[in-house]
Structures are given as C-alpha cells and as structure tokens.
C-alpha cells in the first residue's frame, strides 16, 4: 500500500516558515488578487488564497471585477498595481472571460510582481536556469514534496502526462534539473500505457477523471496526480486513486496533495518579491 504524500501537512509547515520570516519585515507582503467575472471555481480558489495569505502574515487585496470591464482597463488596472511600491506581487486568476487575450494581460504584470510566473522574462529564466526568477507554483510544489519525503529523481525514469505552459512543460524541466530522464506524454501520444508503465515518477496534469488505471502503472512507481476535476461539490484527480495506491510506493491524493502545495508555494513567491529576490 503507497504511502500518501500529504500536501497539507506540508504546505502548512511551509506557511509558518513563510509566516515567521514575514514578520521579520518592515512591512508585511501584500498580494494582490485579481478576479475577472463570476466563475465559482476561480471564487473558490481566491477565497483559499486569501486564507492562505491571512495564516502567513500577507496582506491579500481581493479585486473582483465585473467581465464586462475589458481587457484594456484590466491592463491599466495591472499597470497601476505594478507602481505601488507596498504591493509585493500581482495575481489574475485564470481562467478569462471571453473577450480577454491572456497573454495581453499576464505580460502587464511586472517580472518584479509575477509571483504566478507567467511573465515571458520569468519564463525564460526560468527555462534558462537563470536565477534569480520565481518557480512556478505547481511544478514547484511537486519538488518540495518529492525531496519532504526524500524520493530523488536523479537516475530515474519520470514520465509527465500532460505538455502544458504552466504545468507539464516546467514539471519536466524540473525534474531535468534534478538529473531525471525525462518523458512528456500529451494527447497525441500513441500507447500511452507503453510509456506510463515505464515510469518510476509519473506525474499527471491531464483533467481527465482516471485516465490513469492501474494497469498503467509501475509497481512501486511514485504516482504524482495533479488533475482537479469537479464532478458536483467532489474533486477528483486524474488517476484511479483507490486502485492505484494498492502498488504504487508513493502516491498524492485530490485533494490534499498537490492543490496545498501549489498555493504555499505562491504564498513562497510572494513573501521572495517581498524581500526583493526571487528564491527563499
């Protein structure tokens, strides 16, 4: 039976290293949270990111506007959050509405305030290995939580189902960095249980309710699910979790794995733009 890698314990045990050394400052970080429109996920995930920034010692200025503001005011808002000197990082929560260029508005944000990491100057450190630049969330999390419960990828086979910006592409940079050998898998892969099985991490940030079975996996692999599907009031990952965690040796559950992880490693960034530099 996997071991469950617990994503609360450890992100709240990241929240109070975050929290002490905040306190520390002159001023506390404040973050600045930007909701376009009314969908009720993008709410809920703001709430939990005001909650998280109130349990670190971090100012959180929720600004909820309506859809109908446009991308071009929207912008101009971002551009007056990037010259107030006690605003430590900028946040639109994604997904837009309709009618908005994404990358439009995420290049608005000053690289000095991107604590989400999509800015293209962070984005390219990132990819460059320059430092120093924020760590995407997500993929950032993953790491933390792999080396908590000391799994070393060096030498080992990780396979990431899923090649996107903001999660499979940095995922499997990471991993690289840390001396993996590296498979991205996406929809175009062909037999994608031929390479799955194969993996002693894999990683998936699909959003496909089990598409990961266990048939696909390898025994003792170290199973990574980063896939958040609603299905009414319930979340739920990308693989079968009960069938799964019977051979694999890790396992992260949905939720309370990765999802934790994911906002302390924002809550992370924010304090780092804080303190001036970019990596805590």
Same mark, same amino acid.
Request: overall charge neutral; proline content about 6%.
């Given at each position: @039976?996997?071991?469950?890698?617990?994503?609360?314990?450890?992100?709240?045990?990241?929240?109070?290293?975050?929290?002490?050394?905040?306190?520390?400052?002159? %001023?506390?970080?404040?973050?600045?949270?930007?909701?376009?429109?009314?969908?009720?996920?993008?709410?809920?995930?703001?709430?939990?990111?005001?909650?998280?920034?109130?349990?670190?010692?971090?100012?959180?200025?929720?600004?909820?506007?309506?859809?109908?503001?446009?991308?071009?005011?929207?912008? *101009? !808002?971002?551009?007056?959050?990037?010259?107030?000197? /006690?605003?430590?990082?900028?946040?639109?929560? @994604?997904?837009?509405?309709?009618?908005?260029?994404?990358?439009?508005?995420? &290049?608005?944000?000053?690289?000095?305030?991107?604590?989400?990491?999509?800015?293209?100057?962070?984005?390219?450190?990132?990819?460059?290995?320059?430092?120093?630049?924020? $760590?995407?969330?997500?993929?950032?999390? #993953?790491?933390?939580?792999?080396?908590?419960?000391?799994?070393?990828?060096?030498?080992?086979?990780?396979?990431?189902?899923g090649a996107s910006n903001i999660v499979g592409k940095p995922m499997a940079t !990471?991993?690289?960095?840390?001396?993996?050998?590296?498979?991205?898998? &996406?929809?175009?892969?062909?037999?994608?249980? *031929?390479?799955?099985?194969?993996?002693?991490?894999?990683?998936?940030?699909?959003?496909?309710?089990? $598409?990961?079975? %266990?048939?696909?996996?390898?025994?003792?692999?170290? #199973?990574?699910?980063?896939?958040?599907?609603? /299905?009414?009031?319930?979340?739920?990952?990308? #693989?079968?979790?009960?069938?799964?965690?019977?051979?694999? *040796?890790?396992?992260?559950?949905?939720?309370?794995?990765?999802?934790? @992880?994911?906002?302390? @490693?924002?809550?992370?960034?924010?304090?780092?733009?804080? !303190?001036?530099? *970019?990596?805590?």
């Amino acid at each position: @039976m996997a071991i469950i890698l617990d994503g609360n314990a450890l992100a709240k045990r990241i929240r109070i290293h975050v929290k002490k050394r905040a306190i520390l400052l002159p %001023a506390p970080p404040e973050l600045a949270v930007i909701l376009v429109g009314n969908d009720p996920a993008s709410q809920v995930y703001v709430d939990n990111k005001r909650k998280d920034c109130e349990k670190c010692g971090i100012i959180s200025h929720v600004h909820h506007v309506d859809a109908t503001l446009g991308e071009a005011r929207l912008i *101009s !808002l971002i551009h007056q959050l990037n010259t107030q000197s /006690e605003i430590s990082g900028i946040l639109v929560q @994604m997904p837009l509405p309709e009618g908005y260029n994404p990358q439009n508005v995420l &290049h608005a944000i000053s690289p000095e305030k991107d604590v989400d990491a999509f800015h293209p100057l962070t984005v390219g450190n990132f990819y460059l290995g320059s430092t120093p630049t924020f $760590l995407p969330c997500t993929p950032a999390g #993953v790491m933390e939580l792999l080396d908590a419960y000391e799994i070393d990828p060096q030498g080992k086979h990780a396979v990431v189902v899923g090649a996107s910006n903001i999660v499979g592409k940095p995922m499997a940079t !990471l991993l690289l960095a840390r001396n993996a050998t590296v498979t991205t898998c &996406h929809i175009y892969t062909q037999n994608l249980a *031929s390479h799955t099985r194969n993996a002693d991490i894999l990683v998936v940030a699909v959003g496909k309710v089990n $598409l990961i079975t %266990a048939d696909m996996v390898k025994p003792s692999a170290v #199973v990574i699910d980063i896939g958040i599907n609603r /299905e009414g009031d319930t979340l739920r990952g990308d #693989v079968d979790f009960e069938a799964v965690k019977k051979i694999a *040796s890790h396992i992260t559950p949905v939720p309370g794995g990765v999802g934790p @992880m994911t906002r302390a @490693m924002l809550m992370r960034n924010t304090l780092n733009a804080a !303190l001036g530099r *970019s990596r805590d």
